[in-house]
């Protein structure tokens, strides 16, 4: 088998003993693909690891910045309380249509609020509300503003919260620093920023999988 063929049947291995789909996460990968949606939602293993990071950390809140088909949004908003809230951020109203049916079909339409527009119109709109800090930001969003969601997760937090910032890997082109290309440029201002923030302590890490090489940046807000 070729490299890539051994990353997913490792990956289907592991998701079908340890974090097996049920009916809505099934139907919500194919009724995003149906509606011909990037396929750039997490796997399930990853879906499983942001539900055991926010239940390890007790999250009753949770900001996501892209939302996409809900994928990602299901395996959070599983996590919460029954007074818990999850609001996520989407750029496009096609796609927030289609979560929206994915979310209410898995019947979690109760805890979660999708907010349709640029995240960097969203975010001032949502600060000015005063809502009450967040346990837990994903950012899984256009890698170029990458930096901004950083800043803004920071702002709507409070100490202890975790951020999340997925794709920071981009293939290993991370590392290219005359790279002029956006999600490059965004994601290392954005480790960047992370690195250097004096109230973040931070690690990032590489994975392989079915969506080929790639790695996440996970930070802890301090006092």
């Known amino acids: 088998m070729s490299e890539s063929q051994v990353w997913d049947a490792v990956d289907d291995y592991f998701t079908a003993h340890l974090t097996p789909e049920d009916e809505a996460l099934t139907a919500a990968t194919r009724d995003s693909e149906e509606a011909g949606l990037p ?38 908003s599983r996590a919460l309380p029954a007074d818990g809230r999850l609001i996520s951020l989407e750029f496009s109203a096609r796609h927030a249509e289609v979560a929206t049916g994915n979310i209410a079909r898995a ?78 440029v965004g994601t290392r201002a954005a480790i960047e920023l992370i690195g250097a923030h004096p109230k973040l302590s931070a690690t990032a890490i590489q994975t392989v999988g079915t969506k080929g090489y790639d790695g996440f940046a996970l930070a802890r807000v301090l006092a």
């Open 107 to 184: 019947g979690l339409d109760h805890l979660v609020e999708v907010r349709v527009g640029p995240a960097l119109e969203s975010l001032p709109k949502l600060a000015e509300e005063n809502p009450a800090p967040f346990d837990l930001v994903f950012i899984d969003a256009d890698k170029g503003n990458n930096a901004h969601y950083v800043e803004w997760a920071l702002k709507l937090t409070r100490p202890g919260s975790l951020i999340i910032v997925d794709n920071v890997v981009r293939e290993g082109r991370v590392t290219d620093p005359d790279s002029t290309a956006a999600d490059v």
């Open 39 to 76: 396929q750039a939602a997490v796997t399930a293993p990853q879906g499983k690891l942001l539900q055991l990071l926010a239940q390890i950390h007790g999250a009753g809140r949770i900001l996501e910045i892209g939302t996409l088909g809900g994928y990602s949004t299901i395996w959070l």
